[in-house]
């Protein structure tokens, strides 16, 4: 970090600090990754797929909305490829150290690398068992906050490769910040629309007018 001069000098005094705005721009530490995948052969093949399960549909993720993708992955044919319930596996992951959860009872990997390595070295099928999965999933939970509901279903129908459907939930995202004034973030959202792809044109249109009054 020092050699690639994030870690600085303060103009005042002797103290140093960790300019963490540059952090995004230095490549993976090899021997960090390689840290995570020793932690990760450590946990068992049934054990594995869980915590990939985990990583998969992301942070902050309760145990209700893990049993219930899991109950679409079954739905789907895919008991095999996740053999322990719900909540044995998450209990084990806790007990590991691998990750944690908080007081509102949502789970977090300990080191976002673990999560990050458990994610690329996922299998194709795999990915797509457990998106397609997680979209049937946030369609319908009515017990999850409806801004958690959403972004969530956006989140899994991108990576499923469901643009259609990526494109309107983007836009109800933008709508719910416009309405609060959260006009930044709504401006982020528009943009999300046009950045995806085989967009019509009146959609296009549509996310040009909102991210033009947002700017404004």
Same mark, same amino acid.
């Given at each position: 970090?020092?050699? $690639?001069? #994030? *870690?600085?000098?303060?103009?005042?005094?002797?103290?140093?600090y960790?300019a963490? +705005?540059?952090?995004?721009?230095i490549?993976?530490?090899?021997?960090? @990754?390689?840290? /995570? =995948?020793? +932690?990760?052969? &450590?946990? &068992?093949?049934?054990?594995?797929r869980?915590?990939?399960?985990?990583?998969?549909?992301?942070?902050?993720?309760?145990?209700? +909305?893990?049993?219930g993708?899991?109950?679409?992955?079954g739905e789907?044919?895919?008991?095999?490829? #996740?053999p322990?319930?719900?909540?044995?596996?998450t209990q084990?992951?806790?007990?590991?150290? *691998?990750?944690? =959860?908080?007081?509102q009872?949502?789970?977090?990997?300990r080191?976002?690398?673990?999560?990050?390595?458990?994610?690329?070295?996922?299998?194709?099928?795999?990915?797509?068992?457990?998106?397609?999965?997680?979209?049937?999933?946030?369609?319908?939970?009515?017990?999850?906050? $409806? &801004?958690?509901?959403?972004?969530?279903? !956006?989140?899994?129908?991108?990576?499923? &490769?469901?643009? $259609? @459907?990526?494109?309107?939930?983007?836009?109800?995202?933008? $709508?719910?910040?416009? %309405?609060?004034? /959260?006009?930044v973030?709504a401006? =982020?959202l528009y943009?999300?629309?046009?950045?995806?792809?085989?967009?019509?044109?009146?959609d296009? !249109? /549509? %996310?040009?007018r909102g991210?033009?009054?947002?700017?404004?």
């Amino acid at each position: 970090l020092r050699r $690639e001069g #994030l *870690v600085r000098r303060s103009l005042k005094g002797e103290s140093w600090y960790l300019a963490t +705005e540059e952090l995004d721009r230095i490549p993976d530490l090899p021997l960090v @990754e390689w840290l /995570a =995948r020793s +932690e990760i052969d &450590g946990l &068992g093949q049934a054990l594995q797929r869980h915590a990939r399960l985990l990583a998969l549909i992301g942070d902050q993720a309760t145990d209700a +909305e893990i049993e219930g993708i899991l109950r679409w992955i079954g739905e789907d044919g895919g008991d095999a490829e #996740l053999p322990l319930d719900a909540r044995v596996g998450t209990q084990r992951l806790l007990s590991a150290g *691998v990750i944690r =959860r908080d007081s509102q009872g949502r789970h977090a990997y300990r080191h976002a690398i673990f999560g990050q390595t458990l994610v690329r070295d996922a299998p194709e099928d795999f990915r797509a068992l457990v998106h397609l999965a997680a979209v049937r999933y946030y369609r319908s939970a009515d017990v999850l906050d $409806e &801004g958690r509901r959403l972004s969530q279903l !956006a989140v899994h129908a991108a990576a499923a &490769g469901l643009a $259609e @459907e990526v494109a309107g939930v983007f836009f109800m995202l933008a $709508e719910r910040a416009r %309405a609060w004034h /959260a006009y930044v973030n709504a401006e =982020r959202l528009y943009t999300r629309v046009l950045e995806l792809p085989g967009l019509s044109s009146a959609d296009r !249109a /549509a %996310a040009h007018r909102g991210r033009g009054l947002m700017r404004c």
